[in-house]
């Protein structure tokens, strides 16, 4: 079934060590989303992809970074994770005007 | 101002009965509107869609838009304890070229009780 992969479910790293979170799709969406969601609260818009072209939120503070190689593929980079990063990052996929399918998320905890 | 307003709840009901779930919007540029459910620790799923004035049914939902007003809503009938969740508004805001992105309400909890 085509979907949206993300890996790890959780991950867990140690405060200030750069972790990478990965999402793959099968739906060959062109457009790609990273939400970040603490507990209780909205999914909170990081960047999103259109493409190849890279579209940075204007709150998103500059720890956080992403990388897109190819159609199928999308990374969050979180420089140097601090404690108020803890949170469950969700992958999103869309064609342009249409639905988003999101994935399972990544929980991240920081210690 | 947030662009996406919900009242976080939680809203309880008996079971059986219609659940309503209210959602407001600040842009009035915004041109699709979703709703989706979110179990604890779990990912967002959509349940409905809508980009027209009036109502949209699909099964035991509806949803309702009324664009004058910036107003979304969602009415779940004969409601059910699997539909205990957190059900989250998302309006569809078009960036440059097109792009769009999917804004969020807080969401409102709702606890169907047996």
């Known amino acids: 079934d085509a979907m949206v992969i993300q890996n790890p479910r959780y991950q867990v790293t140690q405060f200030g060590k750069p972790v990478t979170l990965s999402c793959s799709q099968t739906?060959?969406?062109?457009?790609m989303y990273w939400y970040q969601q603490k507990s209780s609260q909205a999914p909170k818009l990081l960047f999103h992809?259109?493409?190849?072209?890279?579209?940075n939120e204007a709150d998103t503070p500059d720890n956080f970074q992403s990388r897109r190689p190819n159609t199928s593929f999308c990374f969050l980079d979180i420089r140097s994770p601090g404690l108020g990063d803890a949170a469950m990052y969700l992958c999103?996929?869309?064609?342009?005007?249409?639905?988003?399918?999101f994935g399972s998320g990544t929980r991240l905890t920081v210690v | 101002q947030k662009e996406v307003e919900q009242n976080s709840g939680p809203l309880s009901v008996p079971e059986g009965a219609i659940a309503s779930l209210n959602c407001t919007y600040s842009?009035?540029?915004?041109?699709?509107f979703f709703w989706y459910r979110q179990y604890s620790g779990k990912s967002p799923e959509l349940i409905m869609f809508?980009?027209?004035?009036g109502d949209k049914e699909d099964g035991r939902f509806t949803a309702q838009l009324n664009k004058a007003s910036q107003y979304v809503s969602l009415l779940i009938r004969d409601s059910q304890p699997s539909d205990s969740a957190t059900y989250l508004c998302?309006?569809?805001?078009?960036?440059?070229?097109?792009?769009?992105?999917?804004?969020f309400g807080q969401g409102t909890t709702l606890q169907v009780k047996p």
């Open positions: 739906l060959n969406h062109n457009v």
């Open positions: 999103a996929t869309s064609r342009a005007r249409a639905g988003y399918t």
């Open positions: 842009d009035r540029g915004s041109q699709s």
């Open positions: 992809y259109y493409d190849k072209d890279f579209n």
């Open positions: 809508i980009y027209s004035n």
């Open positions: 998302a309006v569809n805001l078009y960036g440059s070229g097109n792009t769009g992105k999917l804004i």
